[in-house]
Structures are given as C-alpha cells and as structure tokens.
Nanobody, 120 residues
Framework: QVQLVESGGGLVQPGGSLRLSCAASGSIYSINTMGWYRQAPGKQRELVTTITRGGSTDYADSVKGRFTISRDNAKNTVYLQMNSLRPEDTAVYYC??????????????WGQGTLVTVSS
C-alpha cells in the first residue's frame, strides 16, 4: 500500500511564504514524476508544478518566479516553496506522484490535501 502525506499548509498574509512537503511511503519500487495540484473553492483542480526524477520541472504560468519545486529521491519526498503568496493562491494543495509499487505497474497516487489560505 502506498501513501502520500502532505504537511506545511496554513494561514499566511499576502506577500508571505510557506513550504509544503509530501512524503511517499509504502511498497514503492520507483517514483517517476511528482508534483502539486491545487483546487480553489468553486474551481476545478489545476496543475501547479511537476518535477521528474531527473529534476526537470514545469510550472503553471501563474506561479512562475514565485514557487519552486524540489525533491529528495532518497527520502521519496517532494517540496513546494511558495513565496510572494497572493490571495488567489488560496486553495487545497494536493501532492501527486506517478510511481511503480512492488505489486503494481505505473499508477497515479494523490495525497489527502493541505489547505493554504492567503489572507490579511
């Protein structure tokens, strides 16, 4: 069984920073792409950023220059450093991983979500 557990969400003022973490655990053979999606109230889930095992990254235009994704392959963990936060960044942030487990081929896994609220 594979689990993704996020941490680091919370309330922050506009212009502030937060760092999210997501650790994958369980019967993991290898992890390919990891990333973050978010869903704001009343909106569809959208891609924020992804990172491959080799370190190639991709960002939504709305977060370029403000958010940075990184990962520690040895710890099966992905991070999201969010700077210059804006009220429109308020959303539930979901960790994502495409991985191969010991018992199954490549599949997508999701964390439970962590709420980020940007407000004064």
């Amino acid at each position: 069984q594979v689990q993704l557990v996020e941490s680091g969400g919370g309330l922050v003022q506009p212009g502030g920073s937060l760092r999210l973490s997501c650790a994958a655990s369980g019967s993991i053979y290898s992890i390919n792409t990891m990333g973050w999606y978010r869903q704001a109230p009343g909106k569809q889930r959208e891609l924020v950023t992804t990172i491959t095992r080799g370190g190639s990254t991709d960002y939504a235009d709305s977060v370029k220059g403000r958010f940075t994704i990184s990962r520690d392959n040895a710890k099966n963990t992905v991070y999201l450093q969010m700077n210059s936060l804006r009220p429109e960044d308020t959303a539930v942030y979901y960790c994502y991983a495409r991985l191969v487990s010991v018992v199954a081929g490549p599949r997508d896994y999701w964390g439970q979500g962590t709420l980020v609220t940007v407000s004064s």
